[in-house]
């Protein structure tokens, strides 16, 4: 069983978009998934219980408590674990002990490169991330496709060993499916076709 871990200790990156949708792309491809919520506000669960029954089901997991860790995942292909921020704290360090890949979205801003190179840092320290025993995947999130920053992110982030592996554009419809308790992979229509194309690179590597 896979356990993916989205996590980045700078706030506003969309770690919840990333692993709310994550989530509902290997669920709708017939996988049994769980989405383990380790931040404090919960948003992930909120999501969990807005999500309609016809569509894939995933599993909520309260994972907030350094003991819930672990809780009811025995039946499960994947677990995609919407992280808490920091490094600091136990709870974090735990959750990174257990993933097989680690998703650290940034923003294609100047202002998130600082504290999240540092937090890239970081993780690379840790043990089981050394040994190869959990691979890193930096995806730049929310980008405006009018931006030349993300040429720039890409530059800065090859140079200090951390390849930039997916590029998700800000797009509304995240928002939509947020208040609906839904992913852009639940549906196959040609609005969301573009965008799902931008996921393969990440969903590829996960599968590895």
Known sequence: MRKILVVNS????????????????????????????ADRQKSSLSWVKRRPKDLAQIEGLNWSKEDAI??????????????????????????IAESSDIIVPVLASAFDWDATLKFLDGISD????????????????????RSNQVADL??????????????????????????????????????SHEIRGQWHPLLQAVDA
């Open 10 to 37: 700078k706030g506003g990156c969309g770690k919840t978009t990333l692993a709310t949708n994550l989530a509902v792309a290997l669920a709708a491809r017939g996988e049994d998934v769980a989405l383990a919520d």
């Open 70 to 95: 672990g809780d009811k995942d025995k039946h499960l292909d994947a677990i995609v674990i919407d992280g808490p921020g920091g490094l600091r704290s136990e709870l974090a360090k735990n959750l």
């Open 126 to 145: 840790i043990k089981r991330v050394r040994k190869g025993k959990a691979d890193i995947h930096v995806v730049a999130n929310r980008i405006d496709r």
């Open 154 to 191: 890409e530059q800065l982030l090859a140079k200090k060993g951390y390849p930039l592996l997916a590029r998700i554009s800000d797009r509304v419809i995240y928002a939509r499916h947020a208040a609906a308790g839904s992913g852009v992979f639940d549906y196959s229509d040609a609005s």
